[in-house]
């Protein structure tokens, strides 16, 4: 790793009492399902801010499609179930533990949505309507407005965060780094440095600082993410010294539309669950004969499927097959994705959809215990930012937005501890950055932001190799001698600035992980290996990661 991305601790000079200053008890990055559901556990101790970089609308949260893996009823066999097929789906590295918790937790999550007024679909009984998902052996899949989940979770959550006094949302306010009082370990961390477009740079400071700002997969390529997803909140916490782990773990959605030209934008797994198949050209139904569970095979599975098929075939993609669908059926129940496919004259009761994988999902993150606190004093992390150990090395399905919710919701109870610590006492400090002027000449960030994306789909994308990813490790840090020197003045350059460090520790997991497991598959390394059934942790300044064996499970569920 270039030494710049060791040295760089804020990425603007500053000089903390000439800026406008903002005191509130906890301060949460990110508005989406995790931030939210943060922000109303912790509004019971205190004043909060939450921040949003775009509008409150604009996250993976309000994109999110398939819906909320939960079990409903008081069944412990259930309940087991869930834990089962995540643990099974997560190749020996998830924590038993956070699993039996978050899965357990969900009921009452739910049970509180529905009493703020989130609307599920319900079947002609009045029940709520369970869908399934590839990786699960039950239908536990909540959803809304067919494949409009996260809208009707994020309208739900906003309207209710609306009503409490005791939070303020701060929408198009970007967040540039994490403050802490020193740079020495157990420095706290007591608020962010922030830009809003009318108010200039901000000093929110804040007992307690949750980063909730989803995941990365913006450094590819190809990916369902909002175009936002640059990875801001892993890059700040590292930089203010967290540890970050696993970030090898790219998950890889198999089915994103496919159209040349036109964003990528997800088909949700929920249309497999319903009974489509994945074809070929040629009408070949290639997933039978690959998985038992055929098309409903984890993702990691299916993704790799596709990708070895269109290399073993020549084609550029495949297709998602529902013309068998009862007619009117797709239309009413996924009528989201029906109206998408229609701008591109797609009709899914006569046509085939073109679809091909994409990143989706970043299950590395800020490392975090089962409580959402960092190894930083003052600063937690929850929802896709962080590295809770719940998806192992693979995320089952609808397992996120769970997450969120009873993650999220641990996190901002828990913050109050960082208040009681300090005894309201602290006052702000005389926080000092300075940055000498670059050296190197201009750069057209455009270019950097498309070579970075493209590299990393090619070469740490589904399938791996260690040389190609050595040779991209070479080509991030050059860009990073020229890039990370310099001193933006708006988001696109410091986006890009955290682009290059969280796409250089995807890197550097991804080549110290000489195996293959779950969602990272090396054609050097290509079956999982006993000495790395272990957590990489990293850290600024440690040229190699701490080694963290995963967790035995309590329940006794084999890992
Ligand atoms: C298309 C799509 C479909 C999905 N479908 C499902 C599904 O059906 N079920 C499921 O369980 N999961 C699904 N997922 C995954 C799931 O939606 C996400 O993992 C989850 O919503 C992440 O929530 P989060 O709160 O951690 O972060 P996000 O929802 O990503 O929110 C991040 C927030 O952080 C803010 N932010 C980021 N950087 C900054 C900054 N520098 N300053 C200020 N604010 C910042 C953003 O503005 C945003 O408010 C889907 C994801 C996508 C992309």
Redesign the pocket.
């Known amino acids: 790793m270039h030494a710049l991305f060791e040295e760089r601790r804020y990425l603007i000079p500053f000089r903390a009492s000439l800026l406008p200053q903002i005191f509130c008890d906890t301060l949460i ?7 939210l559901r943060a922000a109303i556990a912790a509004s019971a101790h205190g004043e909060v801010i939450v ?4 509008d ?1 609308k ?12 939960a079990v409903l009823g008081t069944s412990e066999a259930a309940v087991r179930m869930h834990v089962e097929d995540t643990i099974e789906t997560g190749c020996g590295l998830c924590d038993a533990g956070v699993v039996q918790s978050t899965v357990a937790g969900a009921r009452p999550r739910i049970e509180e949505l529905r009493n703020w007024g989130m609307r599920f679909d319900v079947n002609e009984e009045g029940e709520i309507s369970l869908g399934r998902e590839g990786g699960h052996r039950e239908s536990r899949i909540l959803h809304s407005d067919g494949d409009a ?2 809208r009707e979770l994020v309208r739900c959550l906003g309207q209710h965060v609306q009503k409490n006094s005791a939070i303020r949302v701060f929408e198009n ?3 540039l780094d994490l403050l802490t009082v020193s740079d020495g370990d157990n420095s706290p961390v007591v608020g962010a440095i922030t830009h809003h477009p009318k108010y200039g740079l901000q000093m929110i400071w804040a007992w307690s600082t949750i980063i ?4 990365v ?1 913006g450094v590819y390529r190809e990916t ?3 175009a ?2 640059t990875g ?2 892993i890059a700040m916490a590292y930089r203010a010294g967290a540890a970050v782990a696993d970030m090898a773990f790219m998950q890889f959605h198999p089915t994103t539309l496919y159209i040349a030209g036109a964003e990528r934008s ?1 088909i ?1 797994e929920a249309v497999r669950g319903e009974g489509a198949h994945l074809v070929d050209r040629r009408g070949e139904r290639f997933m039978v004969g690959a998985h038992p569970m055929a098309e409903l095979a984890p993702r990691d599975i299916v993704s790799r499927a596709i990708i070895e098929h269109v290399a073993e075939t020549g084609d550029s993609h495949v297709f998602l097959d529902a013309r068998h669908f009862n007619p009117g059926f797709f239309a009413q129940r996924f009528p989201g994705i029906a109206a998408q496919l229609a701008r591109f004259d797609i009709d899914p009761e006569h046509d085939l959809i073109p679809v091909q994988p994409s990143a ?2 970043t299950i590395g993150g800020i490392n975090v215990d089962e409580f959402g606190r960092t190894n930083r004093p003052g600063l937690y992390a929850c ?3 962080a590295c809770s150990r719940l998806h192992g090395a693979n995320r089952l ?6 997450e ?1 919710l009873v993650r999220g919701e641990i996190t901002g109870r828990i913050c109050e501890e960082q208040h009681e610590a300090v005894n309201g006492g602290r006052p702000p400090k005389r926080i000092i950055s300075n940055i000498p002027v670059s050296e190197h000449g201009g750069l057209d960030l455009t270019d950097v932001r498309s070579s970075l994306r493209s590299v990393m789909w090619r070469h740490l994308g589904i399938i791996r190799n260690g040389q190609t990813m050595a040779d991209v490790r070479e080509m991030i840090d050059f860009w990073g001698r020229y890039t990370l020197d310099k001193i933006f003045d708006e988001p696109m350059g410091w986006e890009t600035q955290n682009m290059l460090l969280v796409a250089s520790l995807v890197c550097n997991s991804a080549l110290w992980r000489e195996e293959s497991r779950g969602v990272h598959s090396r054609r050097d390394f290509p079956e999982p290996r006993e000495a790395f059934r272990a957590h990489d942790v990293w850290r600024k300044g440690q040229a190699e990661p701490t080694r963290t064996v995963a967790a035995s499970d309590p329940t006794g569920v084999p890992v």
Do not use: M
């Not at 990055?29 to 995790?34: D, I, K, L, N, T």
């Not at 604009?58 to 893996?69: D, K, L, M, V």
């Open positions: 990055v990110g508005s989406g399902v995790a931030g921040l949003a970089k775009a409150i604009r996250s993976s949260t309000a994109w999110a499609q398939g819906g909320i893996a989940t996260g306010c970007f967040a909730a700002t989803g995941g997969g369902t993410n909002p936002g997803t801001d909140g997800l949700t989706h999902y929802g896709e930012a399905a609808s397992n996120s937005l769970l969120g």
